[in-house]
């Protein structure tokens, strides 16, 4: 079956690094979109970023634009989000997402998640 497996989250400080993970599986990763979207305490999902199914476009939403950068390796069915100059507000529960085409950025299937706190 179709499984997504985030890791890499943690507690940082304001202005520190992560970089998250999505282990893919039960499906060919390479025809499809992926992405990340998050979830703070109280507020519902935030799309933060896309990339296509080549890996070499994509997009982001205003507020991570610059500090995050979303990657993949086909080879590894494996999907990337490095989080630099992170702020409090950036804390969240970060899923990753399939999506059927790049501009789509409504998901047909999401992760667990993985939970990324930022405090000093």
């Known amino acids: 079956q179709v499984q997504l497996v985030e890791s890499g989250g943690g507690s940082v400080q304001p202005g520190g690094s992560l970089r998250l993970s999505c282990a893919a599986s039960?499906?060919?990763?390479?025809?499809?979109?992926m992405g990340w979207v998050r979830q703070a305490p109280g507020k519902g999902p935030e799309w933060i970023s896309i990339?296509?199914?080549?890996?070499?476009?994509?997009r982001y939403a205003d507020s991570v634009k610059d500090r995050f950068t979303i990657s993949r390796d086909n080879a590894k069915n494996t999907l990337y989000l490095q989080l630099n100059s992170l702020k409090p507000e950036d804390t969240a529960l970060y899923y990753c997402?399939?999506?059927?085409?790049?501009?789509?950025?409504?998901?047909?299937?999401r992760g667990q998640g993985t939970q990324v706190t930022v405090s000093a």
């Open positions: 997402t399939r999506h059927a085409t790049y501009w789509n950025t409504r998901s047909d299937f």
């Open positions: 990339i296509n199914i080549g890996g070499s476009r994509t």
């Open positions: 039960g499906f060919t990763f390479s025809d499809y979109a």
